[in-house]
């Protein structure tokens, strides 16, 4: 092949990738080009992803703290007590049968305090305390906000203005946390199952 008829096919092929280059786009092509690309639908916003990792350091408090040994109800094993994971935080059971309390048991020189068997319910010189319905029913804190459960756990005080909180709930040890931690605490609090079970109010000495 000479040098001339190379030339005119380099032409051609140039001329046609020209050629094509610039022919309109079709409509599908157009479209495709035109339309946004998609955001993806399962990919949490900042916002969830903040409320996802308040709820995990408000579990991680909990467990550490042990809202689970006198709050959650327990079922008996080998083992002995252990937490029943179908009502996490329901406190103490609304049909339960409070056991009698010896006279004499309860004083400076005697027990300082009784619990039941599931430690949801406790005896001591301030009477008889029932460990409190945590989740997020009607009859526990679904009615609560963050701020009402902060200042409880400041001042020690049901909903910060109430009757006293009782033994043997640590809250003074709860009110060193930060409001941060108490905010994630509450989260974890409202996203465990809500339980219908009304706690008793607590009975005053004799």
Known sequence: MNIAVRCLLGLFAVGGVL??????????????AAAPA???????????????????RGARLATFGGCHDCHTPKVMTPQGPQPDKARLLAGYSAQAQLPAVPQGVIGPAQWGALA???????????GTSFAANLTPDATGL????????????????????????????????????????????????????PISNEVPQPIPPK
Do not use: C
């Open 38 to 56: 998609p955001a993806s639908a399962a990919a949490p916003s900042a916002a969830a992803r903040e409320a996802s990792k308040a709820v995990r």
């Open 19 to 32: 050629s094509a280059q610039a022919q309109p786009p079709s409509d599908t092509t157009a479209m495709a």
């Open 116 to 126: 039941t068997n599931d430690l949801t319910g406790w005896v001591g010189p301030w």
């Open 142 to 193: 679904a009615a609560w906000t963050a701020e009402q459960f902060i200042q409880t756990m400041r001042t020690g005080k049901h909903l910060g203005a109430g009757r006293a909180i009782l033994p043997p709930m640590p809250w003074f040890d709860v009110a060193v946390l930060s409001d941060e931690d108490l905010k994630a605490l509450f989260a974890y609090l409202r996203s465990v199952k």
